[in-house]
């Protein structure tokens, strides 16, 4: 049982070490903290401009160009999502660690 349990911590501290490896690099920091600047329902409101502006451009007969802003939207909820999680959990949790 003893062997077993050594194992296991060494399996665990390899994973860690593992994971201290990857960090954010540092675009992605430069990304996250300007868009952290931006208020939540920013892209809230852009989803539902670019719903708003595809039924526009639908009842303009215009239904490629509505297609293509219409899907617009679910990136921008995405986005929004991102934007929250990073907010609130950080970027990298190893540096948060620290």
Do not use: C
């Amino acid at each position: 049982m003893f062997v077993g349990r050594v194992s296991v911590r060494m399996m665990t501290t390899a994973t860690v070490d593992q994971r201290n490896d990857h960090r954010e690099g540092m675009l992605a920091k430069t990304i996250e903290e300007q868009t952290a600047k931006l208020p939540s329902d920013t892209f809230l409101w852009a989803a539902t401009g670019s719903i708003a502006a595809s039924l526009t451009l639908k009842i303009m007969g215009r239904h490629k160009d509505a297609l293509f802003v219409g899907q617009w939207a679910p990136t921008f909820l995405i986005l929004g999502l991102y934007n929250k999680l990073v907010k609130q959990l950080g970027s990298d949790r190893t540096e948060n660690e620290l």
